[in-house]
């Protein structure tokens, strides 16, 4: 069993679409071992607990960021973690955190990187007039919303659509697309080429 340790800051959508994937088989040989907040009110924690799953509330408020990471990195170390999944966790990682799991993080970003990193990717699209958006799931580097990507899913951008409808319409997308990713990176049937992620049978 690989074990998964997911942090996150908000209501955690991503989180329960990767439990959910788990129950039902389609994340294979995978396990949550830890969900991980800096924020102690953030609804995924809640949401964790009532699955019966290991829940710690790590808070950042005030702390600088070498220290909380490092708390963070040890409570991940405690519960075994193989693959760390950033699931609207609202912090960027120190080096250290990063240096900890070499490729090894995962985060997924509502846009198609490197369009649009940063906040409100679903509101930058818009405004800048695309015509297509979605979302990416890539490795943490670290930079910013920057690493070598896993997976994107693309959605496209209706006249009508504002930044609700587009980002529900991303949303649907990243909890397909999330699992579907973690199932690569646990498979091990891929392997980085560069900033290419690709399958070990397809390679030239
Ligand atoms: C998602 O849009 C994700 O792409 C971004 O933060 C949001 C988290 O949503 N990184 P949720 O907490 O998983 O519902």
Redesign the pocket.
């Known amino acids: 069993m690989q074990r998964l340790g997911i942090l996150?800051?908000?209501?955690?959508?991503?989180?329960?679409?990767i439990a959910e994937a788990i129950r039902t088989g389609r994340l294979a040989g995978a396990e949550i071992a830890v969900v991980v907040s800096n924020l102690p009110a953030?609804?995924?924690i809640e949401a964790a607990r009532g699955l019966d799953l290991p829940a710690v509330a790590i808070p950042s408020a005030g702390r600088k960021r070498a220290e909380h990471d490092a708390e963070v990195v040890a409570s991940l170390r405690r519960h075994r973690v193989d693959l760390v999944c950033?699931?609207?966790?609202?912090r960027i990682l120190s080096p250290e955190f990063v240096r900890a799991f070499p490729n090894r993080i995962l985060?997924?970003?509502?846009s198609l990187l490197p369009a649009f990193p940063g906040l409100d990717?679903?509101s930058q699209a818009l405004e800048y007039g695309a015509k297509v958006a979605g979302?990416t799931v890539h490795f943490v580097d670290e930079e910013m919303d920057h690493g070598a990507i896993v997976l994107q899913s693309v959605v496209p951008v209706l006249d009508e659509d504002s930044v609700e409808t587009l980002?529900a319409r991303?949303?649907e997308q990243?909890?397909i697309a999330?699992p579907e990713a973690i199932a690569r990176v646990l498979s091990g049937e891929f392997h980085l080429s560069g900033r290419r992620y690709i399958h070990r049978g397809r390679q030239t």
């Open positions: 996150l800051s908000g209501r955690g959508s991503n989180f329960l679409a953030a609804a995924g950033l699931a609207g966790y609202m985060n997924i970003h509502p990717a679903q979302c980002s991303i949303l990243e909890h999330y």
